[in-house]
């Protein structure tokens, strides 16, 4: 399921604990949207049971998870042997640690359109989306790493950051 879906799920866990005591899950799993470490932590806490991200799209199915076995915070896990591939503006694979798009399958890579990096470890982090980049001045600002930037602030409750156009830096 999706993040408003475990928070729903979560919220009413809260609201009648007493029907925790017959759940038999052994984890679940999130992808559709990032999901904020700190639901993660609460929801394992008040169900009892691993909270695991993925990421994967409806064009090419699952590509990347979090294992119980083996998963790491702030990724959605290890991509599957030999299908994912992270390349640089010029189409060339960029080395762990560095941010490229996302391209998937083999033999005629699928652009995915996603911003990610892949580990020394090989788990995958998502950076944001292409179209969710704006140029100001030459540097790339991810606009999803602005609006949690802003929600770590107390008194912020959502954030949506965009590009606005600028006579000078572009965006």
């Not at 993660?40 to 990347?64: K, M, N, V």
């Not at 591939?85 to 490229?100: F, K, L, M, T, W």
């Not at 699928?110 to 140029?135: K, M």
Request: glycine share 12%.
């Amino acid at each position: 399921a999706g993040p408003a879906l475990h928070l729903a799920i979560l919220e009413a866990a809260r609201a009648h604990p007493e029907g925790l005591s017959t759940q038999r899950l052994r984890f679940a799993s999130s992808g559709g949207a990032p999901l904020g470490q700190e639901i993660i932590d609460s929801f394992e806490r008040t169900l009892g049971f691993p909270l695991l991200e993925h990421y994967g799209s409806s064009e090419a199915a699952q590509i990347a998870a979090n294992t119980p076995d083996a998963r790491k915070a702030g990724t959605v896990g290890r991509p599957w042997p030999e299908t994912l591939s992270i390349v640089g503006e010029d189409g060339q694979p960029v080395a762990p640690g560095e941010r490229g798009e996302i391209r998937v399958l083999r033999d005629g890579w699928f652009h995915t359109g996603d911003i990610g990096s892949l580990d020394e470890e090989g788990f995958l982090h998502l950076h944001g989306r292409l179209r969710e980049v704006i140029n100001r001045g030459g540097e790339k600002v991810s606009l999803s790493e602005v609006d949690a930037a802003l929600l770590r602030h107390p008194a912020v409750a959502e954030a949506a950051a965009f590009g606005v156009p600028h006579q000078r830096l572009g965006q």
